[in-house]
């Protein structure tokens, strides 16, 4: 198994709609674990593959308390929906920012395990939110695009300071 790197918006890189998976072999496998680790390691309860810049469409999630439920969903198609929920979100794309985002309340997906069968799965509450969060990444997607412009910018400006301050430089020597 193997951490993966995360992309962090603005990245380019995560504007990019991912390719269907063809066939689930034992490279799609590796990937999903590795995709596993890297999320438990963030940690985070999902990652979508567009954001370890692999451009397939694939997704993990957990969101159980003792991180002991993954699932694998390849090639996911939202069957039905119905009702709205609004709620906070956040991305291991777009760390520390939290906002809330409207999402249907209860969806029907179609997905591939990672045994190559399809299957469907019925979802709500978080696990629902969660779900349509990664497949927003799979087509380019984040959660701040739902912002309004002036949040997107402010935000934009305080990742800006904050990867500032890891690196050890203040703003005022940034400029
Ligand atoms: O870890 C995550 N938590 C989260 C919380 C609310 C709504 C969505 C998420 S997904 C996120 C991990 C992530 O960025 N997945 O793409
Ligand atoms: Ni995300």
Redesign the pocket.
């Known amino acids: 198994m193997a951490l993966l790197e995360i992309l962090e918006y603005p990245d380019p890189r995560l504007r990019t709609v991912a390719a269907p998976v063809a066939k689930v072999d034992d490279a799609v496998r590796k990937l999903a674990d590795d995709m596993l680790e890297t ?1 438990y390691a ?7 593959a567009t ?1 370890v810049d692999v451009h397939q469409r694939l ?1 993990v999630i957990d969101i159980s308390e003792d991180r002991s439920d993954p699932l694998v969903l390849i090639n996911p198609e939202i069957v039905t929906q119905s009702g709205t929920v609004k ?8 760390p520390e920012i939290y906002e809330a ?1 409207e999402r249907a309340e209860c969806i029907r997906v179609k997905a591939i395990n990672r045994a190559g069968e399809s299957f469907e799965l019925d979802a709500e509450g ?1 696990l629902a ?2 779900i349509q ?2 497949m927003d ?1 799979l087509e380019g997607k984040l ?1 701040v695009d739902y912002l309004s412009e002036m949040k997107r910018q402010r935000l934009k400006k305080k990742l800006a300071k904050a990867r500032k301050r890891d690196l050890g430089v203040t703003p005022q020597q940034a400029l």
């Open positions: 999320m963030a940690p985070g309860i999902g990652l979508a954001q997704l709620g906070d979100e956040g991305c291991l794309s777009v985002v978080l939110v969660c969060h990664e990444h959660f």
